[in-house]
């Protein structure tokens, strides 16, 4: 084990440095390559991957490795509801990047989201002052940071039915994460009211850059929950081992 560690930490470090900061790229033993079955990407670009993982109970998951590093979103919804309402419960965690050595029958139904970063050999830029009306500036209790390092930031956005979030903005570009979202509306200073259709399935999208000042208005019945995954700024520079 301690061998196989001590590979794959040379490995990597090798890698990193011949494709220089940010330009990893995953060979045959990657999670899609080799597990195409169970690992489905639902939103790629050049700075993240996001996959929707799922291992049924008793099937095989062959072993893969994960190049990159990510934010874990796993499904803790018990059954039948993990079946019937999916995503109805999560835990967050970060999860480093290394071989997967898979399943020859899974105990239990896994199913699981994963916003793999693919610039975390780049050298973290020094956090820039946020603004006063930043999402976590303002100090609202519907608004929580549920996870943050050096490069990346999650926060839960929670607007109860029938009320508006404050007037905030969002500093960094992010994947944004609806398990199901109630019929809502978006709202400017500019008085202008943006309607958005109920989604009751996953969806995943992309900011690309920062938000400026908007609140959501909450017009269905149900909890409008978001989780925001924001990438911190980072450099040009390469990190041998980067931060955890």
């Known amino acids: 084990m301690i061998m196989a560690a001590l590979l794959w930490t040379l490995f990597t470090t090798a890698t990193i440095r011949a494709a220089g900061c940010g330009q990893m790229k995953p060979d045959a033993t990657d999670a899609v390559a080799a597990t195409p079955v169970n690992h489905k990407v639902v939103l790629e670009n050049d ?12 099937s095989e998951e062959p072993p893969h490795t994960h190049f990159w590093p990510s934010v874990f979103f796993e499904q803790t919804s018990g059954p039948p509801v993990q079946l019937e309402e999916p995503w109805k419960t999560v835990n967050i965690k970060w999860s480093e990047s290394g071989p997967v050595k898979g399943y020859t029958r899974s105990e239990h139904y896994r199913h699981n989201l994963l916003i793999e970063l693919k610039n975390v050999d780049c050298q973290p830029v020094a956090a820039p002052s946020l603004p006063a009306t930043d999402a976590v500036t303002i100090h609202d209790s ?5 996870l943050e390092n050096a490069y990346v930031r999650v926060l839960s956005v929670r607007v109860p039915p029938h009320e508006k979030d404050p007037w905030h903005t969002h500093t960094w570009p992010a994947v944004v994460v609806h398990f199901r979202k109630p019929p809502s509306r978006r709202l400017t200073p500019d008085g202008k009211k943006v309607p958005q259709e109920e989604m009751k399935d996953m969806r995943v999208t992309f900011d690309p850059s920062s938000q400026p000042l908007h609140s959501i208005e909450n017009l ?22 980067p931060a955890r």
Do not use: C, F, W
């Open 47 to 58: 700075l993240v991957r996001v996959l929707d993982v799922t291992v049924p109970l008793h």
């Open 142 to 146: 519907n608004i929580s940071v549920v």
């Open 220 to 241: 269905g019945g149900v909890m409008n929950q978001a989780y925001r995954i924001e990438l911190k700024p980072t450099s040009k520079v390469v990190v041998a081992s």
